[in-house]
């Protein structure tokens, strides 16, 4: 089977390229175990000493930076940056890098950031590829291979989570990433395809719940996990939304914080909040489901996709399961483009990947599950 490890046939044409990281954070610090398959050159960027002194311990180049100058001369003349960074980063960075002519990836899941680098991708040289983690971008791959499936699609549903493996107090919820990126799914308009049409639907919303391999949870609309779909699938479905996967009784008190105290108004204390109240946790567990119905040779069936992921040992290093999807996301990304079989200019959307090729690659196999546990281990 293929692992981290691992270094294709196909991957050679990779050999030595030089990659920029951009943030030594969580994520970070998994992109930069690229170094350890030994096919790219890497440079991690960050203004914080003490992470890049982490990340530095890897054997990985790193430069500080304080400013836009410093930031331009780690872009310029590279093969790719790999933008970690804050959400609102996005836009800026993209743009230095569509100006140099440099490959440009990121994670973010606002979705204005996403339309705004669309834009500059218009006359660019180079290829600006967003929304390359879990939600957006795995469940957008997952979803778009469903969709695939069927003569005629109806419904299809995506439901995607990042939850500890063992929750504690009312909200059952542990910080494992961003928590301005969480604030942003809670708090913006989420795109679905709703009776055929391309709209929007509050946040927070829709709420279900459901049992998958006996255990209760409950899922409802966040915004951003979608991606490019709902423009890829217009016109070809009734009904394509996503919702966020949590413990049962975490959409009521959500509902308490940014409704009722109306705190949806004052991002920055319920960040401050967030973060001075609920622990974080490295140990996580990545829940992903989705399923779609439609018609296929004359009959109406249902398809569909579930994988449970957890966190593992890369290079003697422990991931939580979140930073090996993510970090695997935007590095399965960067590999199928160096390998030059994803467009090489211009918006790439992640439904340009292939469910095969992506499970296929030695960063992809991460999303197959608990039974790989062991392959992923170098």
């Not at 009734?238 to 940014?258: C, E, F, M, T, W």
């Amino acid at each position: 089977m293929t692992t981290l490890s691992n270094t294709s046939t196909a991957s050679h044409a990779a050999t030595h390229r030089a990659i920029t990281i951009l943030g030594a954070g969580h994520i970070g610090f998994a992109m930069a175990l690229l170094q350890q398959a030994g096919d790219y050159d890497i440079l991690v960027v960050d203004r914080d000493p003490a992470r890049l002194a982490e990340v530095a311990a890897l054997g990985v180049s790193t430069q500080l930076t304080t400013d836009d100058a410093s930031l331009q001369t780690a872009i310029d003349g590279r093969f790719a940056v790999l933008n970690a960074l804050p959400f609102h980063r996005a836009v800026p960075v993209a743009t230095l890098c569509a100006a140099a002519g440099v490959h440009y990836f990121d994670l973010t899941e606002d979705v204005a950031s996403t339309q705004a680098i669309r834009a500059l991708a218009a006359n660019a040289r180079s290829v600006l590829m967003p929304q390359c983690g879990l939600a957006p971008g795995f469940i957008g791959i997952v979803g778009n291979d469903l969709a695939r499936r069927f003569d005629t699609l109806h419904t299809l549903r995506m439901r995607v989570g990042a939850l500890p493996r063992y929750p504690q107090g009312a909200l059952r919820y542990n910080l494992t990433w961003s928590t301005e990126g969480l604030i942003n799914e809670y708090c913006n308009p989420c795109e679905a395809i709703v009776d055929g049409v391309r709209t929007t639907v509050p946040a927070l919303e829709g709420l279900e719940t459901f049992a998958l391999d006996g255990v209760e949870y409950e899922a409802f609309n966040t915004s951003g996990g979608l991606g490019t779909l709902t423009e890829t699938l217009a016109g070809k479905a009734r009904q394509v939304d996503y919702q966020s996967i949590r413990y049962p009784g975490h959409n009521a008190i959500l509902k308490l914080l940014l409704n009722d105290l109306r705190l949806r108004d004052r991002r920055d204390l319920l960040k401050d909040i967030l973060e001075t109240a609920i622990p974080t946790t490295d140990q996580d567990v990545i829940v992903v489901f989705a399923t779609a119905s439609g018609m296929k040779g004359g009959r109406l069936v249902q398809d569909s996709y579930s994988a449970r992921i957890i966190g593992t040992q890369v290079a003697g290093h422990t991931l939580s399961a979140i930073q090996l999807t993510t970090a695997a996301g935007i590095c399965t990304a960067l590999d199928l483009v160096a390998q030059g079989r994803l467009p090489q200019r211009g918006f790439v959307g992640q439904e340009a990947l292939g469910l095969g090729d992506f499970l296929a690659n030695r960063f992809g196999v991460a999303f197959a599950g608990e039974r790989l546990k062991a392959d992923l281990a170098v």
